[in-house]
């Protein structure tokens, strides 16, 4: 639906009167929320900022009334235009912003969806305690956002991603009504089940699609290797199937698929989520110098043998992109030669002998198995400003001059890291038959891969060589049975290749989940 729509315009305003906080219907406004970090760009019909969960009720009925879409939005860093459409976007970042109970015994905290993770951490560090998963956009992304997207980052081989942490959801759903989703045991289940609204229609529908054995079995074939940690491709009913109802041990938890849903199931007000005591204090980080990114990529596998937090890498682009820059060309000070790959491989301990003690072990692994020429290891002095190089490496590439940019379209896939290596050897082969010369920037440890292709959106063979490498993307990483989105999510960028990784009766169940 579009602001086009005049018969709307009095009814938003009628709206706006009745809401305690705001919505806007300016083209000012509007445009500001036109565009989240991905490519894509969509006048919303009217941004809302409400103060209250009985604002976001108004909102829901309106939409409902009027057939329009609510676009929920916390920080809006999303790379794959999740927070980008024609209906009402809801900013829940400047009003939905409390830390509202904190148990440190029990180790959870129960925050607003506006609530930004470096803020969180920053309260929690005196008790000792963190929110574990951590995206490079940490100082801005809110922990609404982060569920939504099943944000992960660095820390997820050793702390597992979002999803991993969700303890519990407060929600409204699509007909109005508040429900908290969390662990429940077989009694409440059924009782659950057995009542006569919305809330009962999504028990009772989970149970009867996830209890037939055939659908199970085409979730086992079609979804990613188990061995993928970083899965964010379609809805997560692999990970409901853990649940003693069905095939597992753990308790049923609906939040396990609403992580990671993307707005697209109900619009979250309050989060509930398990803290890990923070890692040891001292940390250094093995920077190994490869002539190849196969080699790198070979090498990572051997990393993840050892107790690292920590596995990424940074190619020769992304190097080379932070020599120019007079801020981050001094952080280069342990880059020797002119690498193809550099493995940054993180370990801590509780004395600086102690974190040595690892960082030297893999050092000498490496060199047995012959791989790589250099292997300075960064004490931890110096560990901030080489992590800044990292982070600086993909900002810069998003500042290429000129219209061609590095664009998001087939920047987070994840394999099995056994698949890693021959994976970006083929994925680089085919990037090649379209004339690009990709960047590579992994979170290796985790089978993840950032490729951007530079493209030039204003023309329209780039709009087609987009679509083109995407789908030649998503048919490499069905071969080798991962994940295409890894972290950032599926969003518009990827929605249309969802068929084509998880299979057609897997995709039709996902649509009647979504239309319960
Ligand atoms: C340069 C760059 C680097 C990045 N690096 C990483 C990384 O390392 N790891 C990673 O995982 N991601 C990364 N991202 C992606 C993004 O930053 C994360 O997904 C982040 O967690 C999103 O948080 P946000 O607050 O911006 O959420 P938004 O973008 O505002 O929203 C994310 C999703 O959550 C939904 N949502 C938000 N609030 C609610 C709510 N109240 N109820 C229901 N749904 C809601 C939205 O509709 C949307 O689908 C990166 C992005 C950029 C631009």
Redesign the pocket.
Known sequence: MSSSQPNLLPLLQTLSTQLEGALHVDQLTKTLYAT??SVYREMPLAVAFPKSESDIQKLIHFANENGTSL?????????AG??VGNGIVVD??KT?TQILEFNKEERWVRVQ?GVV?DELNRFLKPHGLFFS?????AN???I??????N???TTSIVYGVTRDKVVSLNTILSDGKKVIFGEINQDDFDRKCGQQDLEGQIYRQLFDELNNPETREEIHAQFPKKSIHRRNTGYAVDELMKAELFEGKEKFNFCKLLAGS???L????EIKIGLDPLPDPIEIVVAAHFVSIHESMKSAQVAMKHPTTAVELMDKIILDCTKESIEYSKNRYFVEGDPMAILMIEFRGKSLEEAMAKGEALVADLKAAGYGYAYPIIEPAMVTSAWALRAAG??LL?NIPGDPKAVACIEDTAVDIEDLADYIDELDETLKGFNQNPVHYAHAGAGEIHMRPILNLKVAEDVEEFYQISLASAKLVKKYQGSLSG???D?RVRAAFIPLMVGEKNYELFRRIKYT
């Not at 676009?71 to 790379?79: D, F, N, Q, V, W």
């Not at 609404?144 to 997207?149: E, L, P, S, T």
């Open positions: 989240d970090a676009i929920p939005r916390t920080a809006g860093t999303s790379l999740q927070c829940v970042s939905f969806p993770r998963p951590i995206t490079s956009t801005r992304a809110m609404g956002g982060m569920v939504g997207n944000s992960s980052g993307e707005g697209t109900a619009f979250t007000t993909l900002g998003g972290e950032h999510g969003g």
